[in-house]
T-cell receptor
Framework: DGGITQSPKYLFRKEGQNVTLSCEQN?????MYWYRQDPGQGLRLIYYSQIVNDFQKGDIAEGYSVSREKKESFPLTVTSAQKNPTAFYLC?????????FGPGTRLTVL | AQKITQTQPGMFVQEKEAVTLDCTYD???????LFWYKQPSSGEMIFLIY??????QNATEGRYSLNFQKARKSANLVISASQLGDSAMYFC???????????FGKGTMLLVSP
């Protein structure tokens, strides 16, 4: 089955620790994205990548970092510099006008 | 910059009735796409329907249709014959041509009652 996988589904970390969220796709899409969702809010763009080894900051990139070493993978690192990291994180990929999302990772920082 | 406004935080509808979810947008780009996504309580975003700004006809996908009024910059989602499984958050989004990212509204929570 083609699709986007994100792991883990739930993630707990202590304040001050970096954490990396996984995103893998087997849809052969060039473009991949990370969005953050807070309660009562829409999705806000963190980073996106249109091609391997290239990525751009979105609207709320501060405190986050990404890499795109392979077409299939676009991991997101939430660093200790991110002031309010507790949120729901969604990864997506796109081709043409179609954007597909993964199941999301719910990160809670204690 | 693009902006999406969804003015209805919550909507209630009875099963089998039709419901309209409002969406207005603001962009200076002449060519763009409009999207609707459904987010059930599981969290996954499910693509529902797409409308291109130059499409002559309103988009339809099964029970979903998009009431596109370009001059008013509105792209309302119409769900016909609501089902209990339609209860979810619904997000309107847009993307100007030449851009790869989507801008989302804050969403509308739809509750379908028996």
């Amino acid at each position: 089955d083609g699709g986007i996988t994100q792991s883990p589904k739930y993630l707990f970390r202590k304040e001050g620790q970096n954490v990396t969220l996984s995103c893998e796709q087997n849809l052969n899409h060039d473009a991949m994205y990370w969005y953050r969702q807070d309660p009562g809010q829409g999705l806000r763009l963190i980073y996106y990548s249109q091609i391997v080894n290239d990525f751009q900051k979105g609207d709320i990139a501060e405190g986050y970092s990404v890499s795109r070493e392979k077409k299939e993978s676009f991991p997101l690192t939430v660093t200790s510099a991110q002031k309010n990291p507790t949120a729901f994180y969604l990864c997506a990929s796109s081709i043409g006008h179609s954007m597909f999302f993964g199941p999301g990772t719910r990160l809670t920082v204690l | 910059a693009q902006k999406i406004t969804q003015t209805q935080p919550g909507m209630f509808v009875q099963e089998k009735e039709a419901v309209t979810l409002d969406c207005t947008y603001d962009t200076s780009d002449p060519s763009y796409g409009l999207f609707w996504y459904k987010q059930p309580s599981s969290g996954e975003m499910i693509f529902l329907i797409y409308q291109g700004s130059y499409d002559q006809q309103n988009a339809t996908e099964g029970r979903y249709s998009l009431n596109f009024q370009k001059a008013r910059k509105s792209a309302n989602l119409v769900i016909s014959a609501s089902q209990l499984g339609d209860s979810a958050m619904y997000f309107c989004a847009m993307r100007p041509s030449g851009y790869s990212t989507l801008t989302f509204g804050k969403g509308t929570m739809l509750l379908v009652s028996p």
